[in-house]
C-alpha cells in the first residue's frame, strides 16, 4: 500500500519532469521560421510527436493525481466503479488505476 503510494510519486515527479522537457522543446520551436522547408518538415513532425507525447503524459499525470487522492482519502484500493476491492496484483501492474478488472472492461 505505502509501496504503491511510494511508486506512484516517483511516476508523477518523472512525468513532472518530462512535462517540463516537452515544454522547453516547444517553446525552443518559436524561433524557428528560418529553417529551410525540409527542416521545417522534420521539425514540425517533432512537434508533433512531442505534442502526443505530452498529452499522454498530462492524462498519465491526471490519472496518478487522482489514485494518489484516493490513496489519501483511504479508498485507494476501492474500485471506483463498483467499490470493490481491487486486485492488489492488478495495483502491481498498474499502479495509477482506480477500478477493478470488470469495471475497466466496460
Ligand atoms: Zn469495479
Redesign the pocket.
Known sequence: MSNRKAELETLRADLKARLTKYEAHQQRQDGALEKDFEEQAVQTQNDEVVDSLETEARSELAQIEHALQRIAEGVGDE?E??G?EIDPRRLQVLPYTT??V??AED
Open positions: 474500485c466503479g463498483c470493490e477500478v477493478c470488470d469495471c
